[in-house]
């Protein structure tokens, strides 16, 4: 312990979950923005699953007018996809388009609501993926690898700009839907960053996380000694060891006692205004993605820096018409109520939005005449909010959907115009590890200069 220095110590022992101020203070100190940020904030309602961008955003008349048929040999040559034969005959689209605000943008009757936000997100038809199976897919948008062991988004973006929180996670995470991503805990975890940058799971009802209430006979007084004496026993054994881990442990400790008195009054929905709750769909008491998204929007009031919820139900390799219905009536209005409540608060001049899943589906059938494959070759997301260009549909793809055809968006782009917007070169956003700098988009990324305002 004698030959550790002070750097060494401010550098390796600043992490955690409950990190203290100067923690996060040093995080956000550490990373010099290269440019003005137009946002601060991000929050991503990730549809894991892949929704079909064919029902939902990419209306093709062509797909309709050849269902039931093969699709072209030359189209499938090197095409491979997850489980279906690549020669199953085309599937039209299930559901009826039409454009809607004065963007001209066309959208699937299932997404009433999003109709009515158009000129205000930017629609991108044309984003690509290397990966056509979930975990892989998920890791990849979120982390930038289809590896295991990478840091995530979220976490590359609390260590750039640091927490404007010390009572709270500076990246919290929500999961609705039937399941949690396949990608597992690893889409919001830190990797080879300090821990203080992982995402922490909350719940929308009950306690936000699981103990954070004292049971009976335990006061706050007693509590407040207990965890004096735990911590000297940690930094007693910190001493001995010099392991920056003991520091996690003793920093979670500080953290969650300092969230038993934030949390619960920012996990109450119930104080919010009628009309609020009913814009969202929100039920106090009831789990849902309405109840995360109203519970995102007062997160990032509080400094929170950066919210994803997680809504896995959108793998139809069967039952499409009656799963996208539902998925969609369970998502479509809670995702627009947020841009709304966002922008009438002032608060998404500087937050982003992003709508999406890890990939598309395929024009070809699978499931009889109910479903779609996994496809990565084309797919929607679309996006909002700080200093992202409103009311365009930007990218197109070829007359059945399979193939981008123009603009064509990456996951490595798409990671790289988010850092942009807030204030990074994705480039010099490193963190050495194993002998070499990682950066989110490894060696690869462009900004996709057309999405700027």
Not at 129 to 149: C, I, R, V, Y
Request: net charge neutral.
């Amino acid at each position: 312990m004698n030959n550790i220095s002070r750097r060494w110590f401010l550098e390796q022992c600043g992490v955690g979950l409950g990190s203290l101020a100067f923690t996060q203070m040093l995080a956000g100190d550490a990373i010099a923005q290269t440019h003005p940020a137009k946002a601060k904030r991000v929050i991503f309602l990730f549809m894991a699953g892949a929704p079909s961008h064919l029902e939902l955003f990419d209306y093709k008349p062509a797909l309709a007018k050849f269902d039931g048929t093969l699709p072209p040999a030359d189209l499938l040559k090197g095409y491979r996809a997850a489980f279906i034969n690549p020669n199953s005959k085309l599937l039209g689209p299930k559901f009826k388009f039409s454009k809607y605000g004065q963007s001209d943008a066309e959208l699937s009757e299932l997404l009433p609501h999003t109709a009515s936000i158009v000129d205000d997100i930017a629609i991108v038809k044309s984003m690509v993926t290397d990966a056509f199976n979930h975990a892989p897919g998920q890791l990849l948008m979120n982390t930038g690898s289809m590896q295991f062991g990478r840091p995530s988004m979220g976490s590359w973006i609390l260590y750039g700009l640091g927490s404007e929180t010390k009572d709270l996670p500076g990246f919290v995470v929500f999961s609705s839907g039937n399941k949690g991503p396949s990608g597992g805990n690893s889409c919001w975890g830190s990797g080879f960053l300090p821990t203080v940058f992982q995402g922490v799971q909350f719940r929308s009802a009950g306690d936000p996380v699981l103990y954070l209430s004292n049971p009976d006979g335990v006061d706050p007084e007693l509590q407040r000694d207990t965890l004096d004496a735990v911590k000297q026993m940690n930094q007693m054994r910190l001493a001995k060891s010099g392991d920056p881990e003991i520091t996690t442990r003793i920093n979670s400790f500080e953290m969650a006692f300092r969230m038993q008195s934030v949390a619960p009054e920012i996990m109450d929905i119930s104080n919010e205004p009628k009309e609020t709750l009913e814009m969202y769909g929100a039920e106090p008491g009831k789990p849902s993605f309405a109840n995360n998204c109203l519970l995102a929007r007062k997160l990032i009031e509080k400094g929170v820096r950066c919210v994803e919820l997680f809504h896995e139900s959108w793998d139809q390799h069967g039952n499409l018409v009656k799963d996208l219905r539902k998925n969609c009536l369970d998502t479509d209005k809670a995702s627009a109520a947020l841009v709304k409540d966002l922008k009438r608060r002032g608060l998404l001049d500087d937050t982003i939005v992003i709508w999406g899943g890890e990939f598309g589906r395929t024009p070809m059938v699978q499931g009889g005449s109910d479903g779609r494959d996994h496809h990565p070759n084309a797919f929607t997301m679309w996006m909002t909010g700080g200093g992202l260009k409103p009311g365009i549909t930007m990218g197109e793809t070829d007359e059945l959907g399979f193939n981008v055809t123009r603009d064509k968006v990456h996951v490595h782009d798409l990671h790289a115009t988010i850092l942009h917007l807030l204030g990074f070169d994705h480039t010099k956003l490193t963190f050495k590890f194993q002998g070499r700098p990682f950066r989110l988009t490894d060696v690869h990324g462009s900004v996709v200069k057309d999405l700027l305002a």
